[in-house]
């Protein structure tokens, strides 16, 4: 019993390593955002986001895979998922959402812009577990927006999720790599998409705050009242301006 539940979990830490290298029948991590929210307010603001910067620690791997107990990856030093996939899956969240008038991604601050405010963000925890029956993967991101009239951050989050896999993952997969490493992605994507919806309702509850005049301090606190059409026409105002 202890031969198979650790050949098991060898195989897990085979999975991770494959899940890292990319090596899912020639399909690379893709992230598939939600679907459009369902009321709610929309923001007449546009919105770019800024490629991530990385801020993990200076490792790629630690540990074997034959004691994956040991085994540690940094998803971002190994190139899995780089400081601009993350930007990238925010904004493409925020965009397929529908919150926002626009939003969209851009590599360099000098790029040509009509945003509202920008957001920036760092990586600091991007590291998948080589026993995830047992230890989690850990993940963290600290995000801020910024003013287009002074560059002044109006609101910041930090974010981060210790990320257990389901016991039933790899239900059915038998030996197949591919199988392990798609069911992987499926499970990362979920990740993503709750971490991505941490931030984005975070963010509308500041514009909401921003927008009834209060002073955003209020946002994730509780969910804020939606606001009249009106007073969100004024949020811009209070971004531009820097109120």
């Excluded at 650790?6 to 897990?12: M, Y």
């Excluded at 210790?162 to 790599?177: E, F, R, T, V």
Aim: aromatic share 8%; net charge positive.
């Amino acid at each position: 019993m202890k031969r198979a539940f650790r050949s098991i979990r060898v195989l897990a830490a085979a999975a991770a390593v494959a899940l890292v290298a990319g090596c899912s029948a020639g399909k690379p991590f893709v992230y598939e955002a939600g679907p459009p929210k369902t009321g709610g307010i929309r923001f007449p603001v546009k919105i770019a986001v800024l490629m991530f910067e990385d801020g993990t620690e200076d490792f790629t791997k630690r540990g074997s895979v034959l004691k994956p107990e040991s085994l540690t990856y940094n998803a971002v030093k190994s190139g899995w998922m780089p400081p601009e996939l993350w930007a990238k899956t925010l904004a493409d969240d925020m965009s397929a959402s529908g919150a926002f008038k626009s939003v969209r991604f851009i590599y360099h601050p000098s790029e040509p812009r009509d945003d509202d405010f920008r957001i920036e963000g760092k990586v600091g925890k991007a590291y998948v577990s080589g026993d995830p029956f047992a230890r989690p993967s850990e993940y963290a991101v600290a995000l801020r927006a910024l003013r287009k009239s002074d560059g002044k951050p109006f609101w910041e989050k930090e974010i981060s999720r210790a990320w257990m896999i389901p016991k039933n993952l790899y239900d059915g997969c038998g030996m197949s790599a591919g199988c392990r490493v798609d069911r992987s992605h499926e499970d990362t994507n979920r990740m993503m998409r709750e971490m991505c919806k941490e931030a984005r309702e975070d963010l509308e509850n500041k514009l909401a705050a921003l927008s009834e005049g209060g002073t955003g301090n209020e946002a994730g606190t509780k969910q804020a009242e939606q606001p009249s059409a009106e007073s969100v026409d004024r949020t811009i105002d209070k971004i531009l301006k820097g109120r």
